[in-house]
T-cell receptor, first 113, second 115 residues
Framework: NAGVTQTPKFRILKIGQSMTLQCAQDMNHNYMYWYRQDPGMGLKLIYYSVGAGITDKGEVPNGYNVSRSTTEDFPLRLELAAPSQTSVYFC????????????FGNGTRLTVT | KQEVTQIPAALSVPEGENLVLNCSFTDSAIYNLQWFRQDPGKGLTSLLLIQSSQREQTSGRLNASLDKSSGRSTLYIAASQPGDSATYLCAVRRRGSGNTGKLIFGQGTTLQVKP
């Protein structure tokens, strides 16, 4: 039972390149989230999904896209990487119930130069 | 707009000391408040979740309190140990967020417990 798995752990991109951050979960949770964490800041919500086929924007969606074709996977796509997207990205899941806690992956550290 | 603040940003204490971490929020209309721990290079681990109708929750040496009327929560750590060194974040789930479960996070307090 791996929980929430994020790949890759680290990545360096050049400006304008694209990439997909992977997130997979084996907890059968419907709710999945992508957050970014900048130094000294709290986590900001990028996108979220309440179930397969359903996604919606969070606080800071610009420059990102997501898809949710299965319950298990929730990839985050950067199409034209910019230095402002240098950050640590966390994927999280939540089970049913208003008071279910979040479960986080270990993050992807992305640098755009 | 809901804002969550944690002060101080960093705290250093000697081993064995009892300590309190603070979290404040601007809008008292919340479903719940969670405290998380983050170790360097790792994701967040949920420590305690307090429902809006509760005043406190306890887990081992940790005790979290919630005062909605004043917009404050505290995380009390008893008899601190070097292994408690980490960043502690609080987050609120505000009313009106439906069943999306979206959380608003504070910036975190980085705790160092010195042997």
């Amino acid at each position: 039972n791996a929980g929430v798995t994020q790949t890759p752990k680290f990545r360096i991109l050049k400006i304008g390149q694209s990439m997909t951050l992977q997130c997979a979960q084996d907890m059968n949770h419907n709710y999945m989230y992508w957050y970014r964490q900048d130094p000294g800041m709290g986590l900001k919500l990028i996108y979220y999904s309440v179930g397969a086929g359903i996604t919606d924007k969070g606080e800071v969606p610009n420059g990102y896209n997501v898809s949710r074709s299965t319950t298990e996977d929730f990839p985050l796509r950067l199409e034209l990487a910019a230095p402002s997207q240098t950050s640590v990205y966390f994927c999280a899941t939540r089970g049913q119930g208003m008071d279910s806690p979040l479960h986080f992956g270990n993050g992807t550290r992305l640098t755009v130069t | 707009k809901q804002e969550v603040t944690q002060i101080p940003a960093a705290l250093s204490v000697p081993e064995g000391e009892n300590l309190v971490l603070n979290c404040s929020f601007t809008d008292s209309a919340i479903y719940n408040l969670q405290w998380f721990r983050q170790d360097p290079g790792k994701g967040l681990t949920s420590l305690l979740l307090i429902q809006s109708s509760q005043r406190e929750q306890t887990s081992g040496r940790l005790n979290a309190s919630l005062d909605k009327s004043s917009g404050r929560s505290t995380l009390y750590i008893a008899a601190s140990q070097p292994g408690d060194s980490a960043t502690y974040l609080c987050a609120v789930r505000r009313r009106g967020s439906g069943n999306t479960g979206k959380l608003i996070f504070g910036q975190g307090t980085t705790l160092q417990v010195k042997p």
